[in-house]
């Protein structure tokens, strides 16, 4: 089956550098690649996705590339704020029943 | 309020219970998904439901059970409690049967403690 494979597991970077979290895949049939925020004691929710026919999406400060014949994706975030301190989630679909998740990737951003 | 509601919020029950955890789905989703996260944990995957039917099973354990009524809304059933049964509970919804293509919409969970 699809296996899902994150990291770094914890990411710290100081307020305004960037962040990079990355992940692999191992079905070369997946085709959706979104990624969730986690706040702590929150919900998880959809901040960005990609599609397997588009290399790179963008949507403010965030960005996904999409690397498929490496079979990974990554998330960028930019300009980094305190507010973007929580737990980050890669998630993959083959386009079957159901979504693989990351491990997940906590991020600290220092003010 | 993401749409998403789940029902209750907290429950604490004794080891060897039996509890029944409730979601309905955003309006117009007709797919409910079902995670567990544990403490510090990624999101495991138990089962998912599309228009009634048992679409996909992730390591969901015998003792629990799930299924998915004509409105739509979803019971997740876990009984025999165990202390490691004690987790966060969400349900999510999306509007295609595939899960793929479409993002998943998460409720705001249920945190089960079994004591």
């Known amino acids: 089956g699809e296996n899902v494979e994150q990291h770094p597991s914890t990411l710290s970077v100081q307020e305004g550098d960037s962040a990079v979290i990355k992940c692999t895949y191992s079905?070369?049939?997946?085709?959706?690649f979104p990624w969730y925020k986690q706040e702590l004691g929150k919900r998880p929710q959809l901040i960005i996705d990609?599609?397997?026919?588009?290399g790179e999406k963008k949507d403010q400060r965030i960005a996904v590339t999409l690397n498929k014949t490496a079979k990974h994706f990554s998330l960028h975030i930019t300009e980094t704020q305190p507010e973007d301190s929580a737990v980050y989630f890669c998630a993959v679909n083959t386009g079957g029943f159901k979504t693989i998740f990351g491990a997940g990737t906590r991020l600290f951003v220092k003010a | 309020d993401s749409g998403v509601t789940q029902t209750p919020k907290h429950l604490i029950t004794a080891t060897g219970q039996r509890v029944t955890l409730r979601c309905s789905p955003r309006s117009g989703d007709l797919s409910v998904y079902w995670y567990q996260q544990s403490l510090d944990q990624g999101l495991q995957f138990l089962i998912q439901y599309y228009n009634g039917e048992e679409r996909a099973k992730g390591n969901i354990l015998e003792r629990f059970s799930a299924q998915q009524f004509p409105d739509l809304h979803s019971e997740l059933n876990l009984s025999s409690l165990e202390l490691g049964d004690s987790a966060l509970y969400f349900c999510a919804s999306s509007v295609g049967d595939r899960g793929g293509n479409y993002g998943y919409t998460f409720g705001s969970g249920t945190r089960l403690t079994v004591v």
């Open positions: 990609i599609r397997s026919n588009v």
């Open positions: 079905d070369s049939a997946s085709n959706y």
